[in-house]
């Protein structure tokens, strides 16, 4: 996948041969996906609100209401208010979502790791005013040689006479960092997303080097009582990671395209690191938009990911 412009980061805007690729890998799923038939024993939907008649033998019987998904945006540096732009982590002031809408994924850094969102105070406190549930996505980076000196030996693992422990340090000290301005701004949130794609600086040609960085993070999070999720794509997810299967809550992206193409990107084929999916998100010119997936649509599933303000 092209890399990710430096000035879309904090929106996670993927492109050119990436989401081309991408958007022919869910079409060719949707292609190939077998119909459901009258003699399926369960019928899997997402937002029809009648209940479909399945037969089982020769016995007939109405299938459960499926769960209506909910609808929601995710947010972050780009709605910030344009005085708060600074040299290198630009703002855009965008309009933010409706104040009618089901869900919000805040963004909690502005471009790269370690620093912040500036106005996630203010988005925060948006929320809660419009009672929007609410989590969290951090972006990750890989360290700078100096980052590396600074966060390498500080952290839970010991042994920094070799690389890798070092660089867990680095990812477990992004996400101290991240959790952090969640505590100062008084944000609370059962789950918290790592933002994995093409970045600036870039990943480094080591897929095991990486790992140990996200794995860092993955340990400070989960050290916190935070459900973990991750936000990639199934290319930049394999570029960057290999093919570990951490089995972490999912977040998918279909770019440019439509909440068809959303949906379609919620069925378990599509998952990269063996885990559930649970948001699948579309954009257009003006914002990010987001659906949630299967048993996550409930009230039950949106408690694990949300909070209620």
């Not at 790992?211 to 930049?236: C, F, H, N, P």
């Not at 990671?241 to 084929?269: D, F, N």
């Not at 010119?285 to 990911?305: A, E, F, P, Q, W």
Request: include cysteine.
């Amino acid at each position: 996948m092209s890399s990710l412009l430096l000035n879309r980061l904090g929106r996670r805007r993927t492109r050119a041969a990436a989401l081309g690729a991408l958007v022919a890998s869910v079409l060719t799923f949707a292609a190939t996906a077998p119909a459901a038939s009258a003699s399926t024993n369960s019928v899997h939907t997402f937002t029809h609100h009648t209940a479909k008649v399945v037969r089982t033998g020769t016995m007939t019987a109405a299938a459960p209401a499926p769960v209506r998904s909910s609808y929601g945006s995710d947010i972050g540096w780009p709605e910030c208010p344009k005085s708060l732009n600074r040299p290198g982590h630009p703002t855009e002031g965008r309009p933010m979502p409706p104040s009618s809408t089901r869900f919000v994924v805040v963004g909690l850094t502005n471009g790269p790791s370690l620093v912040t969102n500036p106005c996630l105070g203010w988005q925060l406190a948006w929320a809660k005013k419009n009672h929007v549930p609410t989590t969290g996505y951090a972006v990750m980076t890989y360290p700078t040689a100096s980052q590396l000196r600074t966060y390498g030996a500080t952290g839970p693992h010991r042994d920094t006479s070799d690389w890798r422990t070092k660089l867990r340090n680095v990812g477990w000290s992004e996400a101290q960092f991240t959790l952090k301005e969640m505590r100062q701004v008084g944000m609370k949130t059962p789950s918290v997303f790592i933002d994995i794609e093409f970045t600036i600086p870039r990943w480094s040609k080591s897929i095991a080097a990486n790992r140990a960085v996200i794995e860092g993070a993955i340990k400070a999070y989960k050290d916190a009582g935070l459900k973990v999720g991750v936000y990639s794509t199934a290319y930049q997810w394999a570029q960057i990671m290999g093919s570990p299967r951490y089995g972490l809550l999912e977040w998918h992206t279909t770019g440019v395209t439509s909440l068809t193409s959303a949906r379609a990107a919620c069925t378990k084929q599509h998952s990269f690191n063996g885990g559930p999916i649970v948001l699948a998100q579309w954009w257009d010119k003006i914002l990010d938009h987001d659906v949630t997936c299967g048993s996550y649509s409930s009230t039950t599933g949106m408690n694990r990911l949300f909070t209620q303000y």
